[in-house]
């Protein structure tokens, strides 16, 4: 069973850059998709991005595309999300997940704790 636990968020003023990790346990995290996707407050969890077990493929929303970029590192069992141009917008607690596919609903196995990100104007 693969374990995830996020990192890299904070504070930031609007237009600036942070970067998200996700590290993983667990022997099978090359197997499988890894997703981003956040929370704000009063909302319902949405997605933002993902990639597939080999890189091979990655998806955005509309509202991160162009801005955000996902990546992983099998050998290091990391994914990231490289969070650039923030917008106010952009705030929310951010959550890593893995599952077998990528499918854009929260339907996925596996949670993170999530990482507060908050972007001032």
């Known amino acids: 069973q693969v374990q995830l636990v996020e990192s890299g968020g904070g504070l930031v003023q609007a237009g600036g850059s942070l970067r998200l990790s996700c590290a993983a346990s667990?022997?099978?995290?090359?197997?499988?998709?890894v997703g981003w996707f956040r929370q704000a407050p009063g909302k319902e969890r949405e997605f933002a991005a993902a990639i597939s077990a080999n890189a091979g493929s990655t998806y955005y929303a509309d509202s991160v595309k162009g801005r955000f970029t996902i990546s992983r590192d099998n050998a290091k069992n990391t994914a990231y999300l490289q969070m650039s141009s923030l917008k106010p917008e952009d705030t929310a607690v951010y959550y890593c997940?893995?599952?077998?596919?990528?499918?854009?609903?929260?339907?996925?196995?596996?949670w993170g704790q999530g990482t507060q990100v908050t972007v001032s104007s």
């Open positions: 997940a893995a599952h077998w596919r990528i499918v854009q609903t929260t339907a996925w196995d596996t």
């Open positions: 667990g022997r099978t995290f090359s197997s499988k998709a």
